[in-house]
């Protein structure tokens, strides 16, 4: 439990810094008076004191005020999600061929998420990995060896504000129920390369990947993944 804590901790302190940053510049630009539901939303962090508006959501920070409460967006349901998923699946043969390309040539490389191993250690060492190109405001080194990524990833990049990573399910992988920071934000999933039998579920209600598809779903909710197919899943996930 004392590893969970110190990588949780980590991620709390990181994430506590680049809310507390935004928090002061929208604080420099609005009047106070126009401020009342971001000031609830950084209270609710800071506290971790807060009710959601959906008892189903969980999420392990905090709860921004007025916000829809579902567990599956569709793409056609606001501007943002229309757009990001107009841009990823007309891109997905590009960056599936990008990707493939760079783990053959071995100019990149899948490794075990980070953290996984602390937060959940019935996952066996290469089971989850992860290839992550874009965290915490800034491109990794490896982005050198993806520019179409580089490209997509940057047209994007007022409605990112989180992480872009490809991720890999080995066959016959397990990714335990989990919530994530807050409700101010939705996940995305590209399906890039799907075996049959790979599911995602968020609040109980579990949906297939397609390959060249994308998914959105509040991660404030309880969600896991698994593949029980014969061949390594591979999708593309943003945080928006």
Request: aromatic share 10%; with cysteine.
């Amino acid at each position: 439990m004392a590893s969970i804590s110190k990588v949780e901790r980590q991620w709390d302190a990181q994430f506590l810094a680049s809310v507390q940053d935004f928090a002061g510049q929208i604080r420099a630009r609005y009047p106070s008076t126009e401020l009342t539901r971001l000031e609830a939303y950084y209270q609710s962090l800071l506290s971790r004191s807060f009710v959601a508006p959906d008892p189903r959501q969980r999420p392990s920070m905090g709860i921004f005020p007025g916000l829809r409460a579902r567990p599956w967006w569709e793409p056609h349901e606001s501007v943002v999600t229309s757009e990001v998923a107009r841009v990823l699946e007309s891109s997905s043969t590009e960056l599936l061929l990008e990707v493939q390309s760079a783990l053959d040539t071995r100019a990149a490389a899948f490794e075990f998420y980070t953290g996984v191993a602390e937060r959940y250690p019935l996952l066996q060492p290469g089971e989850w990995q992860a290839l992550k190109v874009y965290q915490r405001g800034q491109f990794t080194p490896i982005t050198g060896a993806l520019p179409h990524t580089e490209r997509v990833i940057t047209g994007l990049l007022p409605r990112i504000i989180g992480e872009v990573t490809y991720l890999a399910l080995r066959p016959g992988g397990k990714i335990p129920p989990h919530t994530d920071f807050t409700n101010a934000q939705l996940t995305c999933h590209l399906g890039l390369v799907v075996p049959e039998n790979c599911w995602l579920e968020v609040a109980g209600e579990a949906r297939p990947w397609h390959e060249g598809k994308a998914l959105f779903f509040d991660h404030s909710y309880p969600h896991s993944a698994w593949n029980s197919g014969n061949s390594t899943r591979i999708d593309r996930k943003s945080t928006r």
